[in-house]
Nanobody, 124 residues
């Protein structure tokens, strides 16, 4: 089992940057593909980015491609989401998730474990 704790959210002006972190418990972090999702008020949770177990492959939603970067440090059991050029429409609760797969999952249903989320608010 994996427990995930996100941090790094906050309030930022449009055009600014934030770095989200997700710390995982346990000794098998490198066995999990990791993803970031977000949920804005009144909307469904949506995929943001994913990274394979070893970090060799990544995938992004079109809405964040070129602005966000997902990375991981398996020695620190942590996955990151660097968010640049933030827009008001990026405002949401951001969740990290873990999936015991060799692939690069992009759907909610693929993931087995979820953090509790961290709020990101981007002001105009």
């Amino acid at each position: 089992q994996v427990q995930l704790v996100e941090s790094g959210g906050g309030l930022v002006q449009a055009g600014g940057s934030l770095r989200l972190s997700c710390a995982a418990s346990g000794r098998t972090f490198s066995s999990y593909a990791m993803g970031w999702f977000r949920q804005a008020p009144g909307k469904e949770r949506e995929f943001v980015a994913a990274i394979t177990r070893g970090g060799g492959s990544t995938f992004y939603a079109d809405s964040v491609k070129g602005r966000f970067t997902i990375s991981r440090d398996n020695a620190k059991n942590t996955v990151y989401l660097i968010m640049n050029s933030l827009k008001p429409e990026d405002t949401a609760v951001y969740y990290c998730a873990a999936d015991r797969t060799t692939g690069l999952p992009v759907t909610n249903k693929s993931y087995d474990y979820w953090g509790q989320g961290t709020q990101v608010t981007v002001s105009p």
